[in-house]
């Protein structure tokens, strides 16, 4: 029997999501929004050669369990890209391009970069709102504390539009 088509993206991602929901303890809610999902080698790295720093061995673990790491590429799209852009986002660009899927990236200057070449956009936001949607976790306003409290940026306005797209708004 063949499986129905998943309606859930495939995606790539960068590390700052990765490390943003390891923070908050929800890198789960990536498999249950994500049908697959790819990691540069360099992104992996990134967020997971310092043991000592928090979420580290989650997001090892949750790699390890739940998506497939790709070499280091040096195509024409990555080539164009590290010009501007951090080494782990030039590489999660480019093999999102070669997979013919999105990204899941927050950093601002890689965000633009991906809307100029055209790769499906995901956030953490998002990520959260979705969750939330298919009912995953039943309110994303402590995600986002949380993730402040570590430090992840996230302006102001974006925070007050997603609690308004979650009905928490207050």
Do not use: W
């Not at 929901?21 to 997971?48: K, N, Y």
């Amino acid at each position: 029997m063949n499986r129905p088509a998943s309606k859930r993206p495939v995606v790539v991602s960068d590390s700052g999501p990765l490390i943003a929901l390891a923070g908050c303890g929800h890198l789960e809610l990536l498999s249950a929004v994500f049908d697959q999902i790819h990691v540069p080698r360099v992104v992996l790295d990134e967020t997971t050669a310092d043991r000592s720093r928090p979420g580290a061995d989650g997001i090892a673990a949750f790699v390890q369990a739940h998506a497939r790491v790709h070499p280091r590429r040096d195509d024409a799209r990555y080539t164009a890209a590290v010009s501007h852009l951090d080494e782990g986002e030039a590489q999660a660009l480019s093999l999102a391009h070669a997979l013919g899927c999105g990204v899941l990236m927050d950093e601002r200057r890689g965000r633009q970069t991906a809307i100029r070449q055209g790769v499906p956009l995901f956030g953490v936001l998002g990520v959260l709102l979705q969750a939330k949607r298919t009912g995953k976790i039943e309110r994303i306003a402590g995600a986002l504390d949380q993730m402040q409290a570590n430090g992840y940026r996230i302006s102001r306005a974006l925070i007050d539009a997603a609690l308004k797209l979650a009905g928490e708004a207050g």
